[in-house]
Nanobody, 125 residues
Framework: VQLQASGGGLVQAGGSLRLSCAAS????????MGWFRRAPGKEREFVAA????????YYPDSVKGRFAISRDNAKNTAYLQMNSLKPEDTAVYYC???????????????????WGQGTQVTVSS
């Protein structure tokens, strides 16, 4: 599967952005989809994941209650709605896809075999 992330940009603190991840191929609905981010000088960080049907979502505490991941399998697209953005959310955001199940595995970037190119999100204070 090939992934194309979009929707990044510059936003003021407290604002919102919605990222999209468009996937090619007819098997999108079989993949777990995840979002990760990498801030300058930091390691890549788990942001959100969603199972194949969209019935289960996972977040780290740093974004829980502010970010929401969703997917539309008919459109082969996953989304990341980001609200109440903070300057520390500034990073390049990547979407990723993986096969298999397991809640713990969803949070590990090493488990994802397919990656999009990244989209820059900058939050000004």
């Amino acid at each position: 599967v090939q992934l194309q992330a979009s929707g990044g940009g510059l936003v003021q603190a407290g604002g919102s952005l919605r990222l999209s991840c468009a996937a090619s191929g007819r098997t999108f609905s079989t993949y777990v989809m995840g979002w990760f981010r990498r801030a300058p000088g930091k390691e890549r960080e788990f942001v959100a994941a969603i199972n194949w049907s969209g019935s289960s979502t996972y977040y780290p505490d740093s974004v829980k209650g502010r970010f929401a991941i969703s997917r539309d399998n008919a459109k082969n697209t996953a989304y990341l709605q980001m609200n109440s953005l903070k300057p520390e959310d500034t990073a390049v955001y990547y979407c990723a896809a993986k096969t298999g199940i397991g809640k713990a595995a969803m949070r590990r970037d090493s488990e994802y075999g397919y990656w999009g190119q990244g989209t820059q999100v900058t939050v000004s204070s």
